[in-house]
């Protein structure tokens, strides 16, 4: 157990009582002064009516939520789904022998394309244009075809972030592993992949944060998600606090999963700091 100084512990504790009371005080006196500023503008009257209307927000709100509910099926769709295809796209480009070739190729070129192509436009190429093909027993659902979109374009950036994971496993690991009679399969389950996915849980769930808020671009192709029933009722009535409100919620749900992403993030490094103790 490594001994510390209760003199200098408890100068630490005071200094940082200090510092959150500073930072506090500073984020307080920010606040207002911004707030200030913006109520006493000119235009404020107007902005205030147009999107922050108390009436309009109770009116609206209730459908937006109920809307939104459609944006967290496509994302507990999708999210698995894209966890499950990148990581075997991941696993075929760190394959090195020469007749997987052919895969790797195939591979690179979907990361290369997918990673390339802005989302909402895979959303618009998928959503409105295989349903023009009228192929029997191909669905014509406009959530189907957004949440495929999605899956195609989020692949190919969580492929990549697992391979920067497998490749930040050090050779000596595979070499061990492979010494100890363990197949590649093998190595790749039970050494390989086990580290890799450790490391990178930080930026997936980053990615996923995105992807929550990317749900809102399948209004493109009509669904009423919760950006869609912004849309209509703004249209409805000329007011855009339908809009604010949809924001709201979209915070309300990324807020805790990004403290949850920080809060990992920093566990994470105090381990690897302590040298991989918990």
């Known amino acids: 157990m490594v001994y510390q100084d ?3 512990l408890a100068l630490s504790r005071r200094r940082a009582r200090r510092n959150a009371w500073v930072g506090m005080g500073s984020l307080v006196g920010f606040t207002v002064v911004v707030s200030l500023l913006v109520s006493r503008s000119p235009g404020w009257p ?3 009516e147009t999107f922050f209307s108390r009436e309009e927000f109770i009116d609206s709100f209730p459908g937006l939520l109920k809307a939104f509910m459609l944006n967290v099926k496509i994302f507990l769709i999708a999210e698995p789904l894209i966890l499950i295809f990148s990581l075997v796209i991941a696993l075929t480009r760190t394959l090195r022998s020469p007749i ?6 195939l591979a690179t070129l979907y990361v290369d394309i997918f990673r390339g192509v802005p989302t909402i436009l895979v959303i618009f190429l998928l959503g409105f244009g295989v349903p023009a093909l009228r192929l029997q027993g191909v669905p014509n659902s406009p959530v189907f075809w957004g949440t495929a979109a999605l899956v195609l374009s989020y692949t190919a950036y969580v492929a990549e972030v697992f391979r920067a994971g497998i490749g930040s496993v050090h050779p000596s690991q595979r070499m061990a592993a492979r010494s100890l009679g ?9 050494v390989v992949l086990p580290q890799a996915i450790r490391n990178v849980i930080p930026p997936l769930l980053n990615d996923f944060i995105s992807l929550q808020k990317d749900t809102a671009l ?3 192709l009509g669904p009423i998600e919760v950006l869609r029933q912004a849309q209509i009722d703004a249209s409805s009535t000329f007011n855009y606090t339908p809009y604010v409100g949809a924001a709201l919620i979209f915070i309300a749900l990324t807020i805790p999963m990004t403290r949850f992403a920080d809060w990992v993030q920093t566990r994470m490094a105090k381990r690897q700091r302590a040298g991989g103790i918990a």
């Open 6 to 8: 209760p003199v200098r």
């Open 46 to 48: 107007i902005v205030q």
């Open 100 to 105: 997987f070739l052919p895969l790797r190729v």
């Open 182 to 190: 363990l197949s590649v399969l093998q190595t790749n389950r039970y």
């Open 218 to 220: 399948v209004a493109v």
